[in-house]
């Protein structure tokens, strides 16, 4: 007699409302979140923190949060909410709010045209947050790289160093239109990349730039993320030509040039998605 396993406890979902958005250049959006739904958000002591927002078709009519065992049941795959991920940028717990950065290029993708076109009282619903990056104080100095996918994290990183952290931080973007303000120690020199139009193999600058930058004195930790086969590239320099323990390197994909979202998820299972050779 066969048993059948029992089902997964789904993940505790939360709820928010937008309250405000805000465009931050013409590639990014700021959504301000909160309302009742906040009650029940457990914030994570990380500067990186992610969550899973869970997009449902709005021809179906789904409110959140979703029992998805119970959608599964009556739904077919393709129709089931889909997963994104993305970058907690900050959160007020005294305002009981939350932010995320979304990075718009037009109609392409699900999150981005989502957030573009978001209006004050629309729901999002997501699982999180996740992260385990924070700057350590202790650090001699930090590399920081990323492209717009890892802005925020960045951002939450140099926010949450004390005043005398130094080192150097990389950020690719499209053009000189999307660089953002951003607060940063005195010690911390901000290098901008452009790109001069959309990301690809051929256009980007960030892992050339890391290799052919300073390298400081002292203890270094890393936070490098952003376009897979960058990131693969940055932590082939850096655990072999610099020889940064792999403990010190904070360092993962956000997405993959020419990969749509599940699967590119789902190839982080595969030697391909890998990141770090076991």
Request: charged content about 25%; glycine content about 10%; some cysteine.
């Amino acid at each position: 007699m066969s048993v059948s396993p029992a089902p997964r406890p789904q993940r505790p979902q939360t709820v928010l409302e937008v309250l405000a958005t805000e465009r931050l250049s013409e590639h990014m959006v700021r959504l301000t979140l909160g309302g009742e739904g906040f009650a029940g958000y457990q914030d994570k002591d990380a500067t990186d923190k992610y969550v899973k927002l869970l997009f449902a078709d709005p021809a179906l009519g789904l409110e959140p949060p979703y029992d998805l065992d119970e959608l599964r049941s009556r739904l077919e795959p393709e129709q089931m909410p889909v997963r994104r991920t993305y970058t907690v940028r900050s959160v007020d717990p005294d305002a009981g709010t939350l932010q995320i950065d979304f990075v718009v290029h037009g109609d392409e993708g699900i999150a981005g045209p989502w957030a573009a076109a978001a209006q004050p009282g629309d729901k999002l619903c997501f699982n999180g947050p996740g992260g385990m990056y924070s700057p350590d104080p202790a650090a001699g100095w930090h590399l920081l790289a990323g492209d717009e996918s890892a802005l925020p994290a960045i951002a939450s990183a140099l926010e949450a160093m004390g005043p005398d952290a130094r080192g150097i931080a990389y950020l690719e973007v499209a053009s000189a239109a999307d660089e953002l303000e951003l607060s940063a120690p005195a010690g911390i020199e901000l290098r901008w990349l452009h790109r001069g139009g959309t990301f690809s193999p051929e256009t980007t600058r960030l892992a050339a730039a890391v290799m052919a930058g300073q390298w400081l004195d002292g203890d270094v930790q890393v936070f490098g993320h952003g376009e897979r086969e960058m990131i693969k590239a940055l932590r082939r320099y850096l655990a072999d030509e610099r020889g940064v323990p792999r403990q010190r390197m904070s360092l993962s994909a956000y997405w993959a040039h020419g990969r749509a979202e599940d699967t590119f998820q789902a190839e982080k299972r595969e030697p391909i998605g890998q990141i770090f050779p076991e």
